[in-house]
């Protein structure tokens, strides 16, 4: 267990509406990332912070923002969610930079529906 | 680009059958590799990894050993259980010091009694 949770687990919106996913870690850890996952393309990556206020684009971004105000949160914004934003959202943490391979740890999971 | 392709499932197998999923990924240098499993309604887990060629990861009874000749990672287990059912992952490492991943599609294995 790396201490990661996800909130909320759930949640269903209508299209049009701004949606917020929140990350949480209790160790501290400087790498974060948000990945979508959808049947048949795997996890991709959304966007990923590198510490608190650095954070970049991963492959699939457009229509996402994050923010990271303090290193155990990671936001994930949908600013005006449409229909091909429903998908099970996973956060994750990463050990880069402590050994010369990345081990990630992943939250529980958001399962977002845009109706 | 950088690219993880693995077999396509679902798999099916009896309990105590032999499992091989298929993974084979675009070398660029010499990348960590990783297999993840993720049970029905969880996240994903780690279940091995293997940071050089001719490396072999193991855990649980799998394991995949890192092939740089062939560009695979190739995920075993000699005798698998129903616990074992679950969908699979491999990934390899890119993006340099960031330590991020790109990830196969995944493979769905189901094992029945």
């Not at chain 2, 070398?27 to 072999?56: H, I, M, N, R």
């Not at chain 2, 990672?73 to 059912?85: A, P, R």
């Amino acid at each position: 267990d790396a201490g990661i949770t996800q909130s909320p687990r759930h949640k269903v919106t209508e299209t049009g509406t701004p949606v917020t996913l929140r990350c949480h870690q209790t160790e501290n850890h400087r790498y974060m990332y948000w990945y979508r996952q959808d049947p048949g393309h795997g996890l991709r990556l959304i966007h990923y912070s590198y510490g608190v206020k650095d954070t970049d684009k991963g492959e699939v971004s457009d229509g996402y923002s994050v923010s990271r105000s303090k290193t155990e949160d990671f936001l994930l914004t949908l600013e005006s969610a449409t229909s091909s934003q429903t998908s099970v959202y996973f956060c994750a943490i990463g050990l880069a930079g402590v050994g010369v391979y990345n081990e990630q740890f992943f939250g529980p999971g958001t399962r977002l529906t845009v109706l | 680009g950088d690219s993880v392709t693995q077999m396509e499932g679902p798999v099916t197998l009896s309990e105590e059958a032999f499992l091989t999923i298929n993974c084979t990924y675009t070398a660029t240098g010499y990348p960590s590799l990783f297999w993840y499993v993720q049970y029905p309604g969880e996240g994903l887990q780690l279940l091995l990894k293997a940071t050089k060629a001719d490396d072999k990861g193991s855990n649980k009874g799998f394991e995949a050993t890192y092939r740089k000749e062939t560009t695979s990672f190739h995920l075993e287990k000699g005798s698998v259980q129903v616990s074992d059912s679950a969908v699979y992952f491999c990934a390899k490492l890119y993006g340099g010091s960031q330590g991020n991943l790109i990830f196969g599609k995944g493979t769905k294995l189901s094992v029945k009694p």
